[in-house]
């Protein structure tokens, strides 16, 4: 077909690296999508109280992350701190960048979540004598995450991807890891569809986990 | 007891409280009545702290709600409010709504504030609704939900601002029964109401707000049956007519 001859042999060789790979991508799309949310909630918060430091701070921070490319972030991760002197390995740089990315995301995903509720739940939530804290870990923030858990999910997806491209700094992410096995074999296409394979794969495992997290602590009520 | 002296309150411009003096004693029930926006809600709400104060006092139990060393937290364990919006937990049950504070703010356990839960919800006529969730209930349901809440945390004093406004006529009853019974146990109540035939029966001392000011305040009979004041005679012959 096309002259084209499949040769599956050398792929399945070098199945142990693209697993390899496959770990640490599943691994920076979990881990910055829960520094991302974590990060998210407290940029959200700072900027409800219009007008302060902290607002004005979390609007830059969020501005920053959805106005300029994921792949920048990345390079000024691993680049940029390099120059001022502080080396960190690609790893950390990819982590570290897609979490910044998702936070601005998932910051503006949450603030319409915020807005969704009125303002009598918080009026409610104090007088039964709980503290701002326990206003939003008990009452607020759990309605918050039951109507934005679709769009927060989509947001773990695109950070999935968006590990792709930790490839640029020479991390072996599954991307990475399938370019430097098919460099050796050139058997591009192979690699490249089981590569595929595996994203496919791991967006099925993180839709799991994420069901799982719904099941267990958002189920019941609207 | 709760004191309230020369309370001024402004929104911005708008001056909403005009110096209010009042006083309610342990047991009592006082029922205030008045036009819309002549500031009821707003006084309700700084008896808890909810609302910040221009001027004046409030003392419940000789506490300063406005002083900075009071701990406004501990102070609302002992005011339960419930108002006009519905505003159950729509994440939690019945049940869970109900035994969320006793667990996270008085740190009891969870089975002991299931139990309590329960109790109350049985108490306010809910017993066979407790896992049901606030979007599975009517109106009338849900405010008795809503005071089941706060009495959870067994305050000793219980503020209701228009708790029935919001309901269908015909719900209207079994909320006003709820809060005759807290009446019959004695609880310290303060209630907002434009159902002036409930006021007349079910409280001690009625107050008639107009424009930031208590106009009329007496007993509850007095008040209602034979006014002294002509702008109290006027809105209640607006409102029963
Ligand atoms: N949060 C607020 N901000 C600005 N104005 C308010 C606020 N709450 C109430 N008001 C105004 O204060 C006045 C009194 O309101 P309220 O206490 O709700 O009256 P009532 O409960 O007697 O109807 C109204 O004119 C209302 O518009
Ligand atoms: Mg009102």
């Given at each position: 077909m096309f002259g084209y001859s499949f040769h599956w042999r050398t792929v399945w060789q070098e199945i142990p690296q693209l697993a390899e790979g496959a770990i640490v991508t599943l691994q920076i799309a979990v881990f910055s999508m829960l520094i991302g949310i974590t990060l998210a909630v407290l940029l959200a918060v700072a900027r409800?109280?219009?007008?302060?430091i902290a607002s004005r701070l979390a609007s830059v921070w969020i501005e920053v992350a959805r106005n300029t490319p994921c792949l920048l972030q990345i390079y000024l991760a691993y680049f940029g701190l390099g120059a001022l002197g502080i080396n960190i390995s690609s790893y950390a740089a990819v982590l570290g960048a897609i979490a910044f990315n998702n936070a601005g995301y998932l910051a503006e995903i949450l603030r319409g979540g915020f807005n969704s509720i009125s303002q009598t739940q918080y009026a409610a939530a104090h007088s039964l004598g709980m503290n701002s804290f326990r206003v939003y870990s008990y009452v607020v923030l759990p309605q918050v995450f039951r109507v934005t858990f679709r769009p927060i999910m989509n947001q773990s997806m695109w950070a999935l991807l968006n590990t792709s491209l930790g490839m640029v700094i020479g991390l072996k992410e599954l991307t990475g890891a399938t370019q430097f096995a098919q460099s050796?074999?050139?058997r591009t296409f192979e690699f490249f569809l089981v590569a595929a394979a595996m994203y496919y794969v791991i967006a099925k495992i993180i839709l799991g986990l994420a069901a799982l997290v719904q099941w267990r602590f958002l189920k019941g009520g609207r | 007891m709760i004191e309230i002296k020369n309370l001024q309150k402004s929104f911005g411009q708008h001056h909403v409280i005009k110096g209010i003096d009042l006083t309610i004693d342990k047991g009592e029930v006082l029922c205030l009545i008045g036009?819309?926006?002549?500031g009821k809600s707003t006084m309700l709400q700084c008896i808890n702290g909810l609302h910040s104060i221009d001027d004046g006092k409030v003392l419940v139990d000789e506490i300063d709600?406005?002083?900075?060393?009071?701990d406004l937290n501990k102070l609302r364990e002992k005011i339960g409010i419930v108002f006009q919006?519905?505003?159950?937990?729509?994440?939690?049950?019945a049940i869970e709504n109900v035994a969320l504070s006793p667990r996270?703010?008085?740190?009891?356990?969870r089975k002991d504030t299931l139990d309590l839960a329960a109790k109350h919800l049985e108490h306010v006529g809910l017993g066979d609704k407790l896992n049901h969730y606030p979007s599975q209930l009517s109106g009338g349901q849900q405010q008795r939900l809503a005071i089941a809440r706060a009495l959870a945390m067994e305050p000793e004093y219980m503020l209701f601002d228009e708790?029935?406004?919001?309901?269908?006529p015909e719900l209207v009853g079994e909320v006003l029964d709820t809060m005759r019974m807290l009446k019959d146990e004695g609880m310290t109540m303060i209630i907002v109401t434009h159902e002036i035939p409930f006021a007349r029966e079910a409280s001690d001392r009625v107050a008639f707000f107009d424009q930031g000011k208590i106009c009329e305040i007496g007993d509850a009979r007095q008040v209602i049956n034979?006014?002294?004041e002509l702008r109290t005679r006027q809105f209640l012959e607006r409102v029963l007519h």
């Open positions: 409800r109280n219009e007008g302060s050796r074999s050139f | 036009g819309s926006g002549s709600v406005f002083d900075k060393a009071t919006q519905y505003n159950a937990f729509p994440h939690l049950s996270v703010v008085k740190g009891m356990k708790v029935t406004s919001a309901l269908d034979d006014p002294r």
